[in-house]
């Protein structure tokens, strides 16, 4: 097993690398987990001084902007359709536009994200290493059975292309192991968070007495149990002097179904239950992190990728989180000092009556630290010096004849 590279931001530098990260959806709004690790990959290895570049799997709408933070960005249109085989269809115009965007010089380093891996056995002659990124186990997070069978066909019939399988977190790697993965390719390298965009900023003043509780995500009822949550406030609102206010922030562009749920969420006669449909730019983001008190997340199962971007775009804004095991897998919230953890979504209400116990410098300290936990472990720089132990893992592997088939 290629050993886990995190938690390594100290390694020296690499020299200069020619990257290009294809993935799906490349491109805004950026609030799909899948999507904004693709899209920071590229961002952290841009700012650690390599030559970044972004290839999109669009859909059509969406393939207008031509760079994304200054990465240049090109875009292969996919064809809408219901058909099992629509990605794979994308096969020859992916590896066209890989072939197109290495035209001026090597591809030293291909990252896949989200796309059909086949493409890995035709662009292996435009890239020294091709590493495969994995952030979730598709069983695990109760994916259909034809995502299932997608993520095991594509690694069987693929892995004789690609050089490394790089997990986002050690539950997800030691899944795949299980799978019967090759466990001489996995890795771990976490995701990367724009630490420097996501910054907390003064929130608009809001009204005395008022504890303001926001969630991020998808409301479907394995990640958001609404009628639980609702009542577990309404419990928690009894024995409390605060007014509590409840926004629940879902996408829509590329989740319809949330409206769905949006309609069935529970009216309150005592906490204020608000939903809005909205599909977060980066800035909204920061506002809505900034504008919360505290946020929870209260997955019944793993349901995201992993670890939740969700939690940690809130951790780098300062708010502290409370979260249920199944949104802590990989450890991210530290009980009582970067936040809160509660085993299940019966304990929460626990969980929030601790963060209501605590007072205003108390509550501000455990935002700065799990601020500065993300920093450190997510941070642009930490998974930039990763990455490139990665890249030498992999040439010291492919040195010894693993890699090339």
Not at 224 to 245: G, N
Request: charged residues 20%; aromatic residues 4%; contains cysteine.
């Amino acid at each position: 097993m290629l050993r886990a590279v995190n938690g390594q931001g100290d390694a020296p530098d690499s020299a200069p690398q020619s990257v290009l990260v294809v993935g799906r959806n490349l491109h805004e709004p950026f609030n799909e987990g899948t999507r904004a690790i693709g899209r920071n990959i590229a961002l952290a290895v841009a700012r650690g001084g390599h030559h970044a570049q972004i290839i999109s799997l669009s859909e059509a709408g969406y393939a207008d902007a031509t760079e994304v933070a200054g990465v240049p960005l090109h875009h292969v249109v996919r064809r809408a359709t219901r058909s099992l085989s629509g990605d794979y269809r994308a096969v020859p115009a992916l590896a066209a536009a890989v072939r197109g965007a290495a035209a001026a010089g090597p591809v030293n380093r291909i990252h896949l994200i989200g796309v059909p891996l086949m493409l890995a056995g035709a662009v292996r002659r435009q890239a020294r290493t091709i590493v495969n990124h994995v952030v979730l186990h598709a069983a695990e997070t109760g994916l259909p059975a034809t995502d299932r069978l997608r993520e095991m066909l594509g690694w069987r019939v693929a892995d004789r292309w690609i050089d490394g399988h790089a997990a986002t977190s050690n539950t997800v790697r030691a899944a795949l192991e299980h799978d019967g993965w090759n466990g001489t390719k996995l890795s771990v390298l976490e995701p990367a968070i724009d630490t420097e965009r996501l910054v907390r900023h003064t929130a608009a003043a809001h009204e005395p007495g008022t504890l303001r509780i926001h969630y991020v995500g998808n409301i479907a009822p394995e990640r958001f149990p609404a009628a639980d949550v609702v009542r577990m406030l309404e419990d928690v609102a009894t024995r409390s002097s605060l007014r509590l206010q409840l926004d629940v922030f879902a996408p829509v562009a590329f989740r319809p179904d949330n409206a769905r749920w949006a309609a069935r969420f529970p009216r309150s006669k005592t906490v204020a239950v608000s939903v809005h449909l909205e599909d977060l730019t980066e800035q909204r983001k920061v506002e809505v992190y900034s504008g919360a008190d505290a946020a929870i997340y209260p997955f019944t199962r793993p349901v995201a990728v992993e670890p939740p971007l969700t939690v940690l775009e809130t951790m780098a804004c300062g708010t502290v989180p409370i979260v249920t095991a199944p949104a802590n897998r990989s450890a991210i919230v530290e009980d009582g000092r970067t936040g809160f953890t509660c085993q299940d979504r019966a304990a929460l209400g626990t969980a929030l009556e601790r963060f209501v116990g605590l007072s205003s410098v108390e509550r501000a300290a455990m935002g700065h630290a799990a601020r500065d936990a993300v920093v450190r472990r997510f941070g642009f720089g930490s998974i930039a010096s990763n990455t490139e132990l990665l890249w030498r893992g992999l040439d010291a592997a492919g040195g010894r004849g693993r890699r090339r088939r």
